[in-house]
């Protein structure tokens, strides 16, 4: 299995880590400003997503072991011994799960957009299942169809020409389809307390429900308050979601990159 990645820069190394059914375009937003300002920065497509190959062990192998193991094997494979982990949504909950795992390899941890909650999993599954449903027998369109009107109306038409783009860019879209069954049926970690076992530098960046509903500032709190020392940072109320400013959230990242540095 073959992972797409980019990789460009020096300095402290730095791994973007996207959401489900998104790219790794789709955590800085394509901002370079992390490039500039002296990292080294790796953004890669998860299996399935993207130009990524679709999991060779079958359908079911979306899980979140299979997304960690594919994180360390990244690491490895560019000869990063410790980075600085930064995910969103299902790239969050996969960095969560490394620095569980493997702390040695983390050297900073920024948590974009947390839906994970041990107590409240599996969630809505009936709307996962609807949504790899509508990827599966309508493409794009039904994709679009199936997500619905989520969201406050004044965001409405970005939302829905954002996940035009995004479904767009997957070479298997079939391999998505599997992924969204999988991925939320599956826990990166059993029990709200291991988030005190994170010993990295830690961000959260949440956003309110307004906007985001997906994704409730309430797990964003509850990562903020668990993981010792982690500091949370959530956008103005009204504003457009923290976690959808690609320049904002690099220097979040650049601001933890640095704090993690001088903890090194």
């Known amino acids: ?13 730095v791994v973007l880590l996207h959401g489900l059914t998104a790219t790794h375009r789709y955590v800085v937003m394509g901002s ?27 359908p079911q192998a979306y899980e979140y072991a299979d997304l960690a193991a594919d994180l360390v094997r990244v690491l490895d494979d560019a000869g990063i011994e410790r980075a600085v982990l930064a995910g969103a949504s299902m790239g969050a909950h996969t960095a969560v799960r490394v620095a569980l795992e493997h702390p040695e390899r983390v050297a900073g941890l920024v948590v974009l957009t947390p839906a994970y909650d041990p107590e409240h999993w599996p969630g809505d599954l009936e709307r996962w299942d609807a949504l790899s449903d509508g990827l599966r027998t309508g493409g794009v369109e039904g994709f679009v169809e199936a997500y619905g009107d989520e969201g406050p109306e004044r965001w409405r038409d970005t939302i829905q020409k954002v996940l035009r783009q995004r479904i767009a860019a997957h070479e298997h879209p079939e391999a998505v389809a599997d992924a969204l069954r999988v991925v ?21 960046v949440a956003d309110r429900d307004e906007a985001d509903p997906g994704h409730p500032l309430a797990v964003g709190e509850l990562y903020a308050s668990l993981i ?22 690099s220097r979040v990242i650049a601001e933890l990159a640095a704090q993690a540095q001088q903890q090194a």
């Open 228 to 249: 010792p020392g982690a500091r949370l940072v959530v956008e103005d109320e009204g504003q457009s979601p923290l976690a959808w400013q690609g320049g904002q959230v």
């Open 32 to 58: 370079k400003s992390l490039e500039r300002a002296g990292h080294d920065v790796l953004a890669y497509d998860a299996r399935g997503h993207g130009a990524s190959d679709p999991a060779p062990e079958g």
């Open 184 to 204: 939320p049926r599956s826990r990166p970690f059993e029990a709200r307390e291991q988030l005190r076992e994170i010993a990295a530098p830690t961000v959260v």
């Open 1 to 13: 299995m073959t992972l797409f990645q980019q990789r460009a820069g020096s300095g402290t190394p």
